[in-house]
């Protein structure tokens, strides 16, 4: 697929789905008994369209920008492509934004209708209303917004929503996804019909076969990602283009979100690796409780050991699992490597996972327990995945290829720069920062990487994260990181020493899994305070420390480190709306600690 499409808009879609497979399931809706229902390719169309003719009757206008303040629900996509059908631009905020936040996404977008989830958003959007005189309408979806709309909208004739929806062309803009800003005032990517095209087609085409559990059956997603995010809205718009059914998850925790893995029963899932670690994490303490430990890690080992004796097969370098490990293999897949599959619905055989590197040995062991995960990456620049690991041989540790139509290309300085159709235009109103990392065409994207020779990207800082002692000796913190993160009470880790004679590390604990270590123990639980001085703690977090520090010199090596008592949040402005760290204001928020770290 090398051109962009020449016709049309991303609604379009849903009304020739309609048109050619009515009675198609195309998405799943969980009522509010937990129950799930289908709904059909005929019943969305009508959906679109009734809230697509009260957006008109509400004053909407072409080329409009609406904003979306919600976790994933359906409403979201309903809304998404009734936006699309009359010609506006979707602008979508995070749930969790502070109200200062929201104002500068809402005033920087010149937005004029917004959509909220509930009361709490409407407080939020309300306390900045008075400064935004171009914000002219505001529904809440616990409140009726949509039946209000539909109401309002009744009257107008199908004809005047295809007369927009026809106006819409490839290279109309589409939404503008503000940057999650770990440095500065976020930037909003402009995103335009064809870059979500391609983009989408695109994956489509290449990973198709992925979508299923076995050839036949009928293709299902759980989409549990922020809808606020570029991955979880791309996977939103393939979905629908790829007649996939899809259904939402608004909480992204592994309490909520297992049991309507089990109900809803994906064939593949998209991930950030946070999830797929508290998958495993769950496993293994399941094992624990069941006096089970010892089996368990044996499966894991041999899960490892079979996963890397077919990745060579793949590459030329083996040939395959020898007969020993095939037998061990067979005999751990109904006692463990089945019921880590089951967790997941039962039908998942594969996943895609983005937003932040995900431990190769992790990936081995699901790829050995039946769960090929394609690591990917990308940007909201990039309108999601730039590269992804092939089906047929996926190298785990890395992201994968240039998905087709793309180009990767690596600076002199390490800096990874992107090529292809799915490359945004620019940041809106931002001339100067668009100029800053779009070169011809070429995105500048601020990581650093390396192409192996097989043409498969791996990913080993950002340019702006490099860390610099003040002996000079320059260390890319993400690599230890994440190592250190892979050890199961580990929840996060920022590693420190800019300008400091030495690297040391701050580290959070996962309280779900502390808890069943100190009962696995006979210890009684301990209140946050007293565990950051707990030798036995102290002594797990060392460990973790330590093999973090084989992967690097003693030089760029974690010379010394503190348990903090409560993890990095979003709500206190430390972390990312996709998770992902921000490093000053952590530094700034614990500098007492820091300090205490050199002294």
């Known amino acids: 697929m090398d051109a962009a499409p020449q016709v049309g808009g991303l609604a379009d879609a849903v009304f020739d789905y309609a048109q050619e497979d009515p009675d198609r399931v195309v998405l799943g809706r969980k009522d509010a008994e937990g129950q799930w229902h289908d709904v059909t390719s005929a019943q969305f169309r009508d959906e679109v369209l009734a809230l697509a003719k009260g957006l008109l009757a509400h004053g909407v206008r072409f080329g409009d920008r609406v904003a979306l303040m919600s976790r994933t629900r359906y409403e979201w996509t309903l809304f998404d492509f009734a936006v699309w059908t009359v010609g506006a631009h979707s602008v979508p905020i995070y749930p969790t934004s502070s109200a200062e936040q929201v104002f500068w996404m809402l ?10 989830e509930h009361e709490d958003h409407s407080m939020t959007v309300g306390s900045v209303i008075d400064r935004l005189p171009q914000l002219k309408r505001l529904w809440q979806l616990d409140a009726g917004a949509v039946a209000e709309l539909n109401a309002a909208g009744a009257h107008i004739d199908d004809e005047v929503v295809h007369r927009h929806r026809r106006a819409v062309t490839p290279d109309s803009m589409a939404t503008v996804i503000y940057t999650s800003g770990t440095t500065g005032r976020p930037k909003g990517c402009v995103i335009t019909h064809a870059n979500f095209m391609f983009e989408t087609d695109t994956l489509i085409t290449r990973w198709e076969p992925v979508f299923h559990s076995k050839p036949g059956d009928e293709a299902a997603t759980l989409l549990f990602l922020p809808l606020a995010h570029v991955f979880g809205r791309m996977v939103e718009i393939a979905a629908i283009r790829g007649r996939v059914k899809l259904g939402h998850q608004p909480v992204l925790q592994a309490k909520a979100l297992l049991p309507d893995l089990v109900a809803f029963r994906p064939t593949f899932i998209l991930a950030v690796p946070y999830i797929l670690e508290k998958i495993y994490n769950a496993a293994h303490r ?8 010892g089996p368990f890690e044996k499966a894991v080992d041999v899960a490892v050991r079979y996963a890397e004796a077919m990745e060579h097969r793949a590459f030329g370098l083996g040939p395959g699992p020898s007969a020993g490990l095939r037998m061990q293999h067979q005999f751990f897949e109904k006692m463990v490597y089945g019921k880590v599959r089951d967790a997941m619905g039962g039908r998942v055989r594969h996943a895609m996972s983005g937003g932040s590197a995900m431990d190769r040995r992790l990936g081995l062991f699901f790829e050995g327990a039946g769960v090929t995960v394609f690591e990917g990456y990308g940007l909201t620049e990039s309108s999601a995945a730039a590269t992804a690991n092939p089906p047929e041989r996926t190298r ?3 992201v994968g290829q240039p998905i ?3 180009t990767v290309h690596i600076a002199e300085d390490g800096e990874v720069w992107l090529h292809g159709e799915h490359v945004f235009s620019g940041y809106l109103g931002d001339p100067k920062s668009t100029d800053a990392v779009l070169h011809d065409g070429w995105l500048a994207t601020g990581d650093l990487g390396a192409l192996d020779e097989d043409g498969y990207l791996t990913i080993t800082g950002r340019k702006k994260e490099i860390l610099v002692t003040s002996g000079g000796k320059s260390v890319s913190p993400v690599g230890l990181e994440e190592r250190v993160r892979a050890h199961p ?8 020493g ?14 779900e899994a502390v808890d069943h270590w100190l009962a696995m123990q006979d ?6 305070a007293d565990l950051v001085r707990d030798p036995d703690l102290e002594m797990e977090v060392r460990r973790a420390v330590v093999a973090a520090n084989t992967l690097v010199s003693q030089a760029e090596s974690i010379r010394t480190f503190r348990i903090l008592a409560h993890p990095f949040s979003e709500e206190h402005g430390l972390l990312t709306p996709s998770l992902k760290l921000k490093r000053k204001a952590i530094e700034a928020a614990y500098a007492v600690e820091v300090d205490a770290l050199y002294h």
């Open 404 to 406: 087709p139509g793309t």
């Open 498 to 511: 800019n300008d400091r004679p030495y690297i040391a590390a701050l580290v959070t604990v996962d309280q």
């Open 523 to 528: 210890k009684a639980p301990l209140a946050p």
């Open 396 to 398: 785990y540790g890395t």
């Open 489 to 496: 009470l580990v929840n996060q880790c920022i590693v420190v």
């Open 107 to 116: 005033h920087d977008s010149e937005v004029t209708a917004c959509m909220v």
């Open 286 to 293: 399941r094992a624990e409780v069941d006096g089970k430990t």
